[in-house]
């Protein structure tokens, strides 16, 4: 196909979704290749008179494989910790999550995306993971949701001079799947002393996701939401409050006046 036809191509993927590659090489999913032929059985030896019968062994297979995931994602987190406690400054810890190779995120995603905003802010809010377009230009909350976000702020006489945004995760998870429990649990090593050199004076997380991880409480959104917590440094409490995601009210336009009612809340205490 020409230059032209080929764009077309490329913008119909993008119109559909589809907007990774994975793989080299394409993949067929309605037509798998044929299972390998099945060996045949060994013929088993003859028992020795002298020795007694066994059980048969019970397969090990799937616990031995969430014991290595375990053991992975505690060795992934023991180093994060490390690195992240070494990092005195916010450039540090930017140079400290580029040198971690831990989490498989990063193999797939095109920019480790660390922040933006005013880090001498009072206020630091923090959302899920990046996606497509955060992934692009490597900053948080720069796609349509990310306009929701700065028009909330205005609407309470902030923006990106006055606040400073970041993610729990610094890498977009492929097709902006929600993070496993491993992702997220490797990477809270890096938000918490992101938080704790910010050291704002509110904090707020955007959606249930952070609220969830950054708070250790299981309760939906819906039932966070217009409440205030107590987000624990070593040295003082943040009054933290967890809001809807924009993305969420995208969806959900009605709750924007819950949302809104948030965003008095914050200013107040502020």
Known sequence: MNQEQACAVLRFYLDAGVDEALGEVPVDRLHPPPPPPEAAPAKAPAPSPATAPQAPKQSTRGGGQQRLLA???????????????????????????????????????????????????????????????????????????????????????LDRSTAYITNILPWRPPGNRKPTPAETTMCLPFIRRHIELVDPDVLVFVGGTSAGALLNRSEGITRMRGRWFDYALPSRQIAAMAIFHPAYLLRQPALKREAWRDLIAIKARL
Do not use: Y
């Open 71 to 157: 053991e992975n994602t505690d060795m992934a987190e023991a180093s994060a910790q490390e690195l992240a406690q070494a990092a005195r400054n916010l450039d540090e810890l930017r140079q400290a999550l580029a040198a971690f190779e831990q989490c498989p995120l990063k193999q797939t995603a095109s920019n480790l995306v660390f922040g933006d905003g005013n880090p001498a802010a009072r206020i630091m809010l923090i959302g899920e993971a990046p996606g497509a377009d955060e992934d692009r230009q490597g900053l948080p909350f720069v796609g349509v949701s990310g306009q929701l976000l700065d028009r909330m702020l205005a609407s309470i006489g």
